[in-house]
Structures are given as C-alpha cells and as structure tokens.
C-alpha cells in the first residue's frame, strides 16, 4: 500500500466522534474589534510598539516628498524602487528631483535599497501590514529592500485578523487567496544572539508607514 | 506502540539514555546557566505581561483546545480537504510514513531539478528527520537561514530550544563560530558585537538566498479551506526561501492543519503571545501554490511533504492530546527541570515537557525513558500551555508504559511492588513506618542523616535527613495522644 | 456534627507526626469531630507516578472503602489530597461500578487549609508566631487544587507573624518523589535557587503545605547551616511552630 492511503486508512481507522463535534461560532477578542476612530488610534499605538515609522499626511501628492524628507532624517538617499501598483505610478515624483525612483524588481536590484509599494490592508489588532502578491507586487519587495515603505490609506485599516482574511481574499480574484499573504509586523529582527533584539535580520531594518486619510 | 519490524515504524535518533550525565554537564556549564536565566525569568515574565493584556486568553486557549481536538477526531478528511486545494492550486502534496520516506522524498525532488544548494527556515520537523545529513550525502549544500539555527548548523549542535535554538551560546561564541566559518566568503575581519555578528549572517545568507536552487520550509500550520501553509518568523528568512528559490518544499507533521482562516487567526492569537508574550511575530505568512502567471516572483514548484513519524500512532493513544502541540515554547520556559540543564541535556530535538512527550513516541520509550521521568510533575507546563495539553499526566502514561513493557529499573519496581504489598497490611504498615523512624533515629547524628545507602543515597547527594522524633503518628495516636 | 476522617500521609506518619497532631487540633477548632482510621496507610501515589497503575488502582479502592463512613477526608498535604481528588476518578471509567465509591471519596476529600477556609468558613486561628516567615506553594496544592489564599488568609491571622513575599513561590522546589532521589544533581540545582529565594526574603522561617517539600528544604537548609526553620502550614497554625 502507498503511503498515503496507508496514513489515510490509519486515520479513518482510528477515526471517532463521528465529525460531528463541530466547533461553532467564533471567537474575537475585544483588542480585534475596535472601530472608526478608535481602530485608528489603536492601529497608531499599535504599529509603533512594533517600531514602524508613521507619517500621517492628507493628500497622496504629499507621499513623495515626505519619503524625501524621511531617508533625509536616515541620512541616506538609496534608490527608491517603487512597485508597480498603479496608485504609486501616478504619484507626482517630478516633485523630488533629489529623489531617484527606479522600477525594477530583479533580486539584485531590490537588495539593500529603498522599495516603495502599497498594501492589501492593516491590522489595528496587532499594528500589522498585509501585503499581498499579484501582477502588481512582488513579494520581494517586502524582504530584500533595507528600507521598506508601504502607503496605507486610512480606510484599509481593519479591525484584526478577521478583517485581514476578507481583504486578502478580495485580493485573490477567482482563487481564494493570492500566492503569498504577508502580514508584516514592523522591521525584521532576531533575538538569536543572547536572546538581545537587533534589527535588520534578513528583511528590511525599517519599516515605514505613509497613513494617507481616505 | 508500533509493532516491531515495521519497516515503517517512527524514527528519530537520541541520546536521551544520558540524561543524567549530560545534566550534570549542563549544571556546571556557567556560561549555559547564565543563558537559562534568560528563559526561567525573562520569557516567562514576558509571557505574562502579554497575556494580561487580553483578558479573553483563558477562553482562547479553550477554543484553541476544542479546535484541535475536533481536528485530529476529523484528521484524515481535513487532509484530503487539504490536499484537494493544493492541488487545486497547483502545487503538489506528498507523505511520508516515516523519516526515511520523507528524506528520500525531498531528496528526490531535490535532484529532479538538479538542486546544488538549498536554503532552509527553521523547522523542528526536518531536525527530527535529520533531512540536512541526508541531503548532504546527495552532493546537496544545505543552509539554515534562521540565525540561531544557522548557528547551530555551522557548530554541529542539536537545537538548545525549540524557538531560540542557540541561546545557550554566547556572542563571544557566535564571533569564533562566524570567523572560522565566513574565511571562505573572504570575510576575514573578526566581528564580535552582536549587531555586527547579525549584519554578517545577513550578507553571508543573502547570497545564499539568492543563488539556491530550492526553498525548505517547514509550516506553523496548514490550512484545509485554502490550501495555504502558515509561515510565523520574526527575521523574514521563511519569506525569502518560500520566495526567491524556484523551488518551494514545506515539510511539516500532518497534526498541524486547521480548518479555516478564521480558526487560524485564533493560533496566531496564541503562538506569539505563548512564546515571547507578543501581540504579533514579525511576520505571518500564507503561501498558496506556486507562482501564479501574472506574478512578478515566487517559486515555480510547490511541494509539500506530510509526515507522519509515529503521529497517526498517537492518535486515538492516550497520548493523542499531544498532537495539539503548536510548539510555542512555553512549557520549556516554564519548567523548573528545562530552566535548569538546558535544551541538550535532553539529547533530542523536541525538549523539554513537550519534548519529553514526543520523544518517547519517535524514539521509543527504551531509548527514551529518562525524559518522562525526569519531571517533579510540578505542573507548571500545563499551566502554560495555549492548547492545554495535559503534560504531567502525558508523561505519567509514558512511566506506566514504561512499567508495562518491565522497563521500569528493577530495584524501583520491586519497591513499587513491595510497598503496594505493605500498604494493603495495615499492622505491618505501621511495623515498618514505627521501624523505619526507629532506623533513621539511630543512623542520626544530632537528630540528622548525613548519609543513606543505596537508592535513597540521591537524597544526601544534596541534602541531609532530619530524623523523626518520638514515634510514629499511628503509633502515639494509637496510644490515645490527639493534640 | 459532620464526621472528618483525617488521612495523615505516610510522610507525616512516619516523619513529622506532629503534623498530623496539629491538623487534628485544627480541625477541632473550627468545630468538627476528627479522627484517624488506624488503618490508613497509603493513597498510592508513588505507584501512581511510578507507573504501576494497577496497585495505584488498588490502593485508591481501600482507602474509598476505609474513608466511607466519614463526611469529610482531610489531607494535610497537596500531593497526597490531589492524588485522591484530582487523579483517582480517572483510575476508572465513567462506567466502572467500582469506580463508583472511589469518585465519591474524591468529591469529599480536602486539603487541610482549603478544608479550613472554604468548607468550615474559618478565617482566622488561635496561634502565636513571633517574626517573619515565608510561605512557599507546594506544586500539587496550588495547581491541582488551587490552594494559594487559603493559607495565607489564615497565617495572616497568627498573632505576631509577618508573612513575607517569597520570590518565586510558586516554582517547585525539586522534591518530585521519586525524582529527587533518581536525578539528584537536577534537584539539587532546583532547592538551591529555592534557597537562595527564601534567604533573600530576611524571614527566619518559611512554611508550606506538604512534608515532601518540607523534608527537601530543611534537608538542604541544614546541609548548608542555615538556621532557617521549616514549618508545615498546619503547625504554625496550631500555634506549635516556635
């Protein structure tokens, strides 16, 4: 017999209860039911204690010069590789000379450099970004960058995982869910060496969000 | 569990037979009881501090325990749901009654694309194939991304813990470690601060994310409804080698499926809060199939090999509560016995209460007996544990199972046998406990036992024996004293 | 008046008698008749942890039977209580006749402290006690049957004694029965940091609810020369702890 109708067999042997102790309902703590206003805040205090950076800013003109303004304060100015999603495209670049963009999202290219891209949704659960793969976003993009900025608009946030799971199956078109489904708690890290946190494991060693309202 | 000659039967290799002295090892390491501090106080507390922060913790565990339960009584059909959607999706799922179908299966995908080297995210499953030595053999280089795992990797160690597998090695460590082993990338500079030791691994391990042939992952969890496998890292390296490789294998035990999303999110609730008391891990995963047409990257081959390994044996044993495991750490942060000797001392990847657990179950209880025995059953594992395994009481079946099969050492199980036969004769009971105070009375110098013989010789190992005064309970009540 | 038979353990019978002697006083004073069944000898729980379930079954069946004319069991020990209370129903299935009396021994049966405060409602005892002392929760008490206020609220109540914090009170001491004696270094290692908790809490004595524990601290106190004392909860209660 093949193994998997060997370990299969097993199972059905050793089956009880018949299926019929199905669990019901569901269960949603009250951090992952906060709404409007207060989903916001929550997402604020949230993504900050997982050290992401926040610019809150009204207009989706103003994200160009913001991250600008933000790799200036690094005191960096990498090429920033900016995802095709078509939101980012027409965004007014021409307003950061200083600011060299680039659309390439070859390994080599993405490795150690600034990304920009957009997401799927945010958690005020947990602080969380969702990004989510399609023709318009490499998954890299969330990895190989140092610097890794997401736009978020206001009204991606949502509640917890409940609402990162319909997002994302929005997102998956007439499959159920995209490839990959990456919910991104902040800067990669490591606590491997003398169990002491240090930033910039593998991934990105910051993490910065443009909360743009709408 | 298993009849003998299986030619199927669980494997996994241990050293658990030296228990003993590799604790004693462990005891007089400085360096490792400093890092065991770290768990007995710092992980514990955080843990607290985190899950005080959601009042609704105490139902979720509940949840989580009724979840898993219903799982495993529905274990084959959520299987083959999870497959159905995998393949659906167009990747490919295999299994594995054993470690050796297992490695001989991902040694076989591996050469079927020729794979030179392969990048692979921690995963304890694997550890308990002992894959990488079997890849090895087939001409494959192997690198463990995960940096704890890495370094363990490079020092030929067995994992310390089942979440920090390095954290009994200190920076000065890791730096000769990394300095013996980064010469043949040209890295010849002798690093030793931690985030310089860090940014290291990273340069060191990004090539080799880039330029492997295969990723191995292993799974936190599967997904029946969509076919996805959860991947939860705080580095990003289970990301990078489910992504940038052409090739992705997951392998994973067949206990971790759940059935929906939704009950998903309830796990991710648990897992990180169990471990290190976070609200989230760095990063949470679903990877879905292989790469789809429109997608700018991603692997094209999705494979996932499902082990079995002695777990389908569990099931419907009394040992079935185990596989509700979701390997958070908590209950080895939690043991006074862990906190103590250190991961090694169990000679087995899965240590700690878990771990003395599953051992027996993949090791055989022979090889493997020092485990549950080595527990106070104090019960502060089950206190901890998010799925709410019985631990104790687990391990308390592995000694009956133990006694059963007359693995019991012999002098313990005459004892065992001879003192059921006293306590069943009331009169001689109360013989032997009125002598026995008498015995201990004259062996005592200033009231106290400084030396016993034989078996009871552990006791002033560590400890004197204060000797009864006056005699008996039975005794003095027997002769009308009652206050 | 309800009938408490008390179980005195085989470590307090043989050991520490004077346990056993001030849990009877204990329980006079908080009004019920108590005895001692000469017959009492083990609850099994060595062969229950030694994996001899069959003479663990045994053992639990002649005490339901020698236990049955009383209303109450009182134990003056966690282990041993949680042997009885939490373990012996899952000896036999649901269904097993002989199973019966044993399930209904273990809806009876209390540890000491916890008998005291939630059944007979007392909340404070007749006792003197001068200085500091630190109470240390033995593992079976506080995790099988929640014993963590019951002694407290009542040593509270001793006249001149000052409870103090004890760090960690709630990690074990390295007792574990038979674990001590199979793995000495490991327990070793745990009495030591126990130790060095209670020293750091400056009380000259430290009390807690089960002999077991209570042999391993004072054994490992005294080979170290510490003057510390180690008291059962049950005699500082009573007032004989000096």
Same mark, same amino acid.
């Given at each position: 017999m093949d193994a998997r109708d060997e370990i299969l067999g097993k199972l059905a042997r050793k089956k009880h209860g018949g299926g019929a102790t199905g669990i019901s309902g569901h269960m949603k703590p009250a951090v992952a039911m906060k709404t409007g206003e207060e989903m916001v805040a929550q997402f604020r205090e949230k993504a900050a204690k997982l050290s992401c950076g926040l610019s809150e800013l009204s207009r989706m003109s103003e994200v160009p010069g913001e991250i600008e303004r933000v790799l200036g304060e690094i005191g960096t100015m990498p090429v920033l590789h900016v995802s095709d999603e078509p939101e980012l495209a027409s965004l007014p670049w021409e307003d950061v000379p200083g600011l060299r963009t680039s659309r390439e999202m070859d390994r080599d290219a993405l490795d150690g450099v600034a990304a920009l891209s957009a997401c799927a949704a945010a958690s005020a659960e947990t602080g969380a970004l969702v990004l989510t793969s399609d023709a318009d976003h490499a998954t890299a993009i969330g990895y190989l960058p140092d610097f890794h900025f997401v736009l978020l608009r206001k009204s991606q946030i949502v509640s917890g995982f409940e609402?990162?799971?319909?997002?994302?199956?929005?997102?998956?078109?007439?499959?159920?869910?995209?490839?990959?489904?990456?919910?991104i708690g902040g800067p990669s890290r490591t606590g491997d060496i003398e169990a002491t946190m240090v930033m910039g494991a593998h991934g990105p060693r910051s993490v910065h969000i443009l909360l743009v309202d709408g | 569990m298993t009849p003998p000659n299986d030619q199927h039967a669980p494997e996994m290799h241990v050293t658990s037979e030296r228990f003993s002295e590799n604790a004693r090892h462990a005891l007089d390491d400085k360096v490792l009881q400093g890092g065991l501090f770290i768990f007995a106080k710092g992980f514990t507390a955080l843990r607290e501090i985190g899950i005080s922060q959601v009042p609704e913790f105490g139902d979720m565990r509940d949840r989580a325990r009724d979840v898993k339960n219903h799982v495993l009584e529905n274990l084959g059909d959520y299987l083959k749901q999870f497959e159905e959607r995998v393949i659906a999706n167009g990747g490919r799922v295999h299994w594995a009654r054993n470690a050796s179908e297992a490695n001989e299966i991902i040694g076989r995908l591996c050469a079927e694309v020729n794979a030179k080297t392969v990048v692979k995210s921690k995963s304890m499953v694997t550890e308990e194939l002992e894959l990488n030595p079997h890849l090895e053999k087939q001409g494959i280089e192997v690198f463990e991304s995960d940096? &704890?795992?890495?370094?363990?990797q490079l020092r030929k160690e067995k994992p310390f813990h089942i979440v920090g597998p390095a954290l009994h090695l200190t920076k000065e460590q890791v730096s000769d470690t990394f300095y013996e082993a980064h010469q043949r990338y040209g890295r010849t500079e002798? @690093?030793?601060?931690? =985030?310089?030791? @860090? *940014? =290291?691994?990273?340069? @060191?391990? *990004?090539? *080799?994310?880039?330029?492997?042939?295969? &990723?191995?992952? &292993?799974a936190n969890f599967l997904v029946a409804e969509t076919g996805s496998i959860a991947l939860v890292t705080n580095e990003g390296n289970a990301d990078l080698s489910a992504t940038l490789p052409k090739h992705h294998i997951a392998v994973t035990g067949i206990e971790k499926i759940v059935p929906t999303l939704e009950d998903l999110g309830l796990f991710l609730r648990l897992l990180p809060r169990s471990a290190l008391g976070?609200?989230?891990?760095?990063?949470?995963?679903?990877y879905t199939g292989p790469k789809r047409d429109s997608d700018p990257d991603g692997p094209e081959t999705f494979d996932i090999v499902l082990v079995d390994n002695g777990r389908s044996d569990m099931l419907g044993s009394e040992f079935q509560d185990m596989l509700r495991c979701i390997r958070c750490g908590a209950c080895l942060n939690g043991c006074p016995v862990f906190t103590s000797v250190g991961g090694q001392a169990y000679g087995s990847v899965y240590s700690g209460p878990m771990g003395a657990v599953w051992t027996p179950a993949l090791a055989g209880i022979t090889h493997a007996a020092n485990l549950p025995n080595a527990s106070t059953f104090c019960g502060k594992c089950e206190e901890v544990c998010p799925v709410r395994i019985p631990l104790p009481n687990l391990m308390r079946h592995w000694r009956e199972r133990e006694f059963e099969k007359h693995y019991t050492p012999t002098g313990q199980r005459w004892g065992m046998g001879a003192w059921r036969?006293?306590?069943g004769k009331p009169a001689l009971y109360r013989l032997a406990s009125s002598m026995g105070g008498r015995v201990l009375r004259a062996m005592a110098r200033k009231g106290w036992v400084k030396k016993l013989p034989g078996f009871a010789g552990g006791w002033t190992e560590m400890r004197d024996l204060k000797a009864p005064e006056g005699g008996s309970f039975l005794e003095q009540y027997e002769k009308g004293r009652r206050s | 008046m309800a009938k408490v038979g008390l179980f005195v353990t085989c470590i307090v019978n043989t050991m520490r008698p004077e346990i056993g002697f001030a849990s009877l006083k204990l329980l006079e004073q908080a009004g019920f008749e108590a005895e001692v069944p000469r017959d009492q000898t083990c609850c099994g729980q060595p062969n229950m942890n030694g994996g001899d379930k069959a003479g663990a079954k045994d053992l639990a069946l002649r005490l339901a039977k020698l236990y049955a004319p009383y209303d109450y069991v009182v134990v003056p020990s966690g282990s041993?209580?949680? $042997? !009885? #209370? $939490?373990?012996?129903p899952d000896f036999f299935d649901e269904s097993d006749a002989e199973g019966e009396r044993v399930r209904a021994l273990a809806a009876k049966t209390w540890e000491l402290t916890s008998f005291l405060t939630d059944v007979a409602g007392m909340k404070e005892v007749e006792a003197r006690f001068d200085g500091a002392l630190a109470y240390h929760d033995s593992c079976a008490g506080l #995790?099988?049957? /929640?014993? /963590?206020?019951?002694? #407290?609220t009542l040593l509270k109540s001793v006249e001149g004694l000052e409870l103090k914090d004890l760090p960690d009170a709630e990690v074990c001491c390295g007792f574990g029965g038979l674990f001590c004696v199979k793995y000495p270094d490991v327990s070793g290692e745990m009495v030591r940091k126990k130790l060095a908790d209670i020293e750091g809490t400056e009380a000259r004595a430290v009390a807690m609810g089960d002999a077991g524990c209570m042999l391993? !601290?004072?054994?490992?106190?005294? #080979? /170290?020369?510490?003057? !510390? /004392?180690?008291?059962?909860?049950?005699?500082v209660l009573a007032g004989l702890a000096k």
């Open positions: 609402g990162i799971w319909a997002a994302a199956r929005t997102n998956g078109g007439n499959r159920d869910l995209p490839r990959a489904v990456n919910i | 940096l &704890g795992e890495y370094i363990i002798k @690093v030793t601060e931690k =985030e310089a030791l @860090v *940014r =290291e691994a990273r340069i @060191v391990l *990004r090539e *080799r994310f880039k330029q492997a042939d295969v &990723g191995i992952t &292993g976070l609200d989230t891990a760095n990063y949470l995963s679903l036969w006293i306590a | 041993c209580a949680g $042997t !009885i #209370r $939490t373990h012996y #995790r099988e049957l /929640k014993v /963590k206020q019951q002694p #407290r391993n !601290i004072e054994g490992a106190l005294a #080979r /170290k020369g510490s003057d !510390i /004392k180690v008291w059962h909860v049950a005699e």
